[in-house]
């Protein structure tokens, strides 16, 4: 009896052991292996209560790596101040401001007069009507979309990200089809629409206070986006050349059905939700309506 006790300690104490070994090597993997920064969680368990619902929170961060880094949001922020600057600068108009001339008379820029250029369609996107234009899409793609593709990659944010560019074009040549059409508001409300998605349906999950901060925040830079953009088709001087503001309200769409289905899909794979077919298949057929317009029925023609 006095045996069977001390192999039973024995084997309470090995146990025990155990235990502590495997709590201190959880301890240590969540620390970031000692004082490794390569390795610190900590950022990533930041954004993932920003970005992912409860459950979605311990994979993210279990798999979180800075491989590859947040390279396509960046690269277009780069891209558009470039092209910015190039006009702003470098151009003997030396617009900050407002639309001028050199503008209008872009490569980039989508025209009415021009839509068989169809590259007009996305690299309008580049183009923007002055220093406010442009810091406010900088900031809000920059704010949002580093998080976003730091959890879900460049490519799926990159794919919401176009969508909502293309869907702002060939909404605005329907519903504003004598306008000019510049700046990255469609791909910037995509990625805003897919956000506000995805808090709205997973508002318990993403801290009910926090979620309502979020949610504000974006119904607060909506407003004021939304506000200037109005303000640019409707009560621009005289002299001046109103743009469209359609492509603020489609690449919201296409952000809340597109961008959507992308971003709840985090530890999934996309091609094998359904949700994802049916968003892609309702987004090309109007792509395909618009095209048709263009072609046979447009104002512009």
Known sequence: MAAAREVEMEDVNLNRDRKEDLEEEEEMREDGEGKDPSKNKKVY????KWMLPEQARRTYVERA?????PVFIISISLAELAVFIYYAVWKPQKQWITLDVGILESPFIYSPEKREEAWRFISYMLVHAGVQHILGNLVMQLALGIPLEMVHKGLRVGLVYLAGVIAGSLASSIFDP????VGASGGVYALMGGYFMNVLVNFREMIPAFGIVRLLIIILIIVSDV???LYRRFFVPANGSPVSFAAHLAGGFAGM???YT????????LLKDPRFWIAIAAYLACVLFAVFFNIFLSPAN
Do not use: T
């Not at 368990?45 to 993932?48: K, M, P, T």
């Not at 790596?65 to 880094?69: D, E």
């Open 45 to 48: 368990r930041v954004v993932s």
């Open 65 to 69: 790596n800075c491989f590859p880094p």
């Open 178 to 181: 004598l306008k000019y059409l």
């Open 227 to 229: 506000g200037f953009a």
């Open 257 to 259: 059905s597109i961008g």
């Open 262 to 269: 992308v971003f709840s899909c985090f530890d999934k794979a």
